[in-house]
């Protein structure tokens, strides 16, 4: 089955620990009810930098990405049903940018 990256732009930090595992629990149930279609959930992802060939740039641009998931599913419009399901872009605060893995 293919495979595909969600790659999150945007989203909220918690402002408490209160809010925090609030947030939590939104992804894992969020995740438990993709179930098996998730192949690495990822992780969460600090300040970037760009690298090209006129040097380094702070921030990773204009929308940096905020973490990454590894999902499978049976095509991209599969997998983009499944992105709208994100906390984040339930919340409106966020994007999910899907992509193929292709096999090299």
């Known amino acids: 089955m293919p495979q595909y990256l969600f790659a999150y732009h945007g989203g909220d930090t918690p402002e408490s620990e209160e809010e ?7 992804w894992m149930a969020w995740f438990g009810g993709m179930g ?4 690495q ?3 969460q992802l600090g300040m970037s930098k760009t690298v090209s060939g006129s040097g380094v740039a702070d921030g ?9 998931t590894v999902i499978a599913a049976k095509n991209i419009e599969a997998a983009c049903e499944m992105a709208k399901g ?3 872009v339930v919340a409106g605060n966020g994007s999910v940018e899907v992509a193929e893995l292709v096999e090299m």
């Open 41 to 43: 959930p990822g992780a």
């Open 36 to 39: 098996d279609a998730v192949v």
């Open 20 to 26: 925090g595992k609030k947030t939590m629990a939104q």
């Open 60 to 68: 990773g641009g204009a929308n940096p990405t905020s973490g990454y």
């Open 86 to 88: 994100c906390p984040m």
